[in-house]
């Protein structure tokens, strides 16, 4: 096992190369000048703006600005924002607590609350508690994260005045009061995450179960006289569970990375509205890092996702 991951953290070495370099000429070659706020300002003379260029080094070309990027970046400096002037991994780290409080806190109660309702709903197929299970599912990942988030904020913040639908980012738990403040004001996007992953990881074990539960291994162990309860969790759930880690892990970095629109909709200061605003900025430094610590994740969740399958079956060996 240890010479598989080894052998993988190598492969993954030169992906992120081409990753990188992919993601970097785009941004560059991109339209879009990061500039253009002082273009469009008659204020600003021309050798202002040269002078503002040359420092930011855009006057190079930008395979020389990659190459400049990358060996910073293999230092841990990910550069300057073009807009704010700070540090990228200073405005990352002021972003992500936000992002794990919402995307984070969601992903995880959608991950608890699927495995039960997929279970119970396979082994009671077509049963009542199915039939619900079902068309809440079906709900969920049909209707769009924005449309749920607007119909929450409609009914709840509007209607109700229960939560507040902007999410202060100022607000410091202190005490209980200043707590119970975080909580209303985080309810509304963890609801509207927390049932989009619920009801699709919902669907996935439950359609996973349904094809071992017929299959000779439950018959067998049911015949041995196992508890039904014993045979569910810790044979047929176990063996269900195989698959379902890929989506599982791969729907990690997607929580590192911001749930794009529903912080855009509750107006949460996470990772995914620096992104989208760095996008419009076209503030390459700032998008070249989210997104190549994206890909960072995806190779390493996809590791961590082929060594749970050897964790969940005995039979899958790495050599």
């Given at each position: 096992?240890?010479?598989?991951?080894?052998?993988?953290?190598?492969?993954?070495?030169?992906?992120?190369?081409?990753?990188s370099?992919?993601?970097?000429?785009?941004?560059?070659?991109?339209?879009?000048?990061?500039?253009?706020?002082?273009?469009?300002?008659?204020?600003?003379?021309?050798?202002?703006?040269?002078?503002?260029?040359?420092?930011?080094?855009?006057?190079?070309?930008?395979?020389?600005?990659?190459?400049?990027?990358?060996?910073?970046?293999?230092?841990g400096?990910?550069?300057?924002?073009?807009m704010?002037?700070?540090?990228?991994?200073?405005?990352?780290?002021e972003?992500?607590?936000?992002?794990?409080?919402v995307?984070?806190?969601?992903?995880?109660?959608?991950?608890?609350?699927?495995?039960?309702?997929?279970?119970?709903?396979?082994?009671k197929?077509?049963s009542?508690?199915?039939?619900?299970?079902?068309?809440?599912?079906?709900?969920?990942?049909?209707?769009?994260?924005?449309?749920?988030?607007l119909?929450?904020?409609?009914?709840?913040?509007?209607?109700?005045?229960w939560?507040?639908f902007?999410?202060?980012?100022?607000?410091?738990?202190?005490?209980?009061?200043?707590?119970?403040?975080?909580?209303?004001?985080?309810?509304?996007?963890?609801?509207?995450?927390?049932?989009?992953?619920?009801?699709?990881?919902?669907?996935?074990?439950?359609?996973?179960?349904?094809?071992?539960?017929?299959?000779?291994?439950?018959?067998?162990?049911?015949?041995?006289?196992?508890?039904?309860?014993?045979?569910?969790?810790?044979?047929?759930?176990?063996?269900?569970?195989?698959?379902?880690?890929?989506?599982?892990?791969?729907?990690?970095?997607?929580?590192?990375?911001?749930?794009?629109?529903?912080?855009?909709?509750?107006r949460?200061?996470g990772?995914?509205?620096?992104?989208?605003?760095?996008?419009?900025?076209?503030?390459?430094?700032v998008?070249?890092?989210?997104v190549?610590?994206?890909?960072?994740?995806?190779?390493?969740f996809?590791?961590?996702?082929?060594?749970?399958?050897?964790?969940?079956?005995?039979?899958?060996?790495?050599?």
């Amino acid at each position: 096992m240890g010479r598989y991951i080894i052998r993988r953290l190598l492969i993954a070495i030169p992906t992120l190369l081409v990753i990188s370099f992919v993601v970097y000429a785009i941004l560059a070659l991109a339209p879009g000048d990061p500039l253009s706020q002082f273009a469009n300002n008659p204020n600003v003379p021309p050798e202002v703006r040269e002078r503002i260029r040359e420092s930011l080094g855009l006057n190079q070309p930008w395979h020389v600005r990659y190459v400049k990027w990358l060996l910073a970046l293999l230092k841990g400096d990910f550069g300057y924002s073009f807009m704010s002037h700070l540090p990228v991994i200073n405005l990352l780290i002021e972003r992500l607590p936000n992002t794990l409080a919402v995307v984070g806190v969601a992903y995880i109660l959608g991950i608890a609350l699927a495995v039960p309702i997929g279970m119970i709903s396979a082994v009671k197929r077509y049963s009542v508690f199915d039939h619900l299970a079902t068309t809440f599912a079906f709900i969920g990942f049909s209707v769009p994260t924005f449309f749920t988030g607007l119909l929450l904020i409609i009914l709840f913040s509007i209607n109700l005045h229960w939560f507040p639908f902007i999410y202060d980012s100022t607000l410091k738990v202190k005490d209980f009061g200043s707590f119970i403040d975080q909580m209303k004001q985080s309810i509304m996007p963890i609801i509207v995450l927390a049932l989009f992953d619920t009801a699709t990881l919902a669907r996935y074990i439950r359609a996973e179960m349904l094809e071992h539960l017929p299959l000779d291994y439950v018959r067998t162990a049911r015949g041995k006289g196992i508890a039904e309860r014993l045979v569910v969790i810790r044979h047929v759930l176990r063996n269900s569970l195989i698959p379902v880690v890929t989506l599982v892990a791969l729907g990690v970095p997607a929580v590192f990375a911001g749930a794009i629109v529903t912080e855009q909709i509750f107006r949460v200061p996470g990772i995914g509205e620096l992104l989208i605003r760095s996008i419009n900025d076209s503030d390459t430094p700032v998008v070249a890092a989210i997104v190549f610590l994206f890909a960072v994740l995806v190779v390493l969740f996809n590791l961590i996702a082929d060594v749970m399958y050897a964790v969940l079956d005995p039979r899958i060996r790495y050599a």
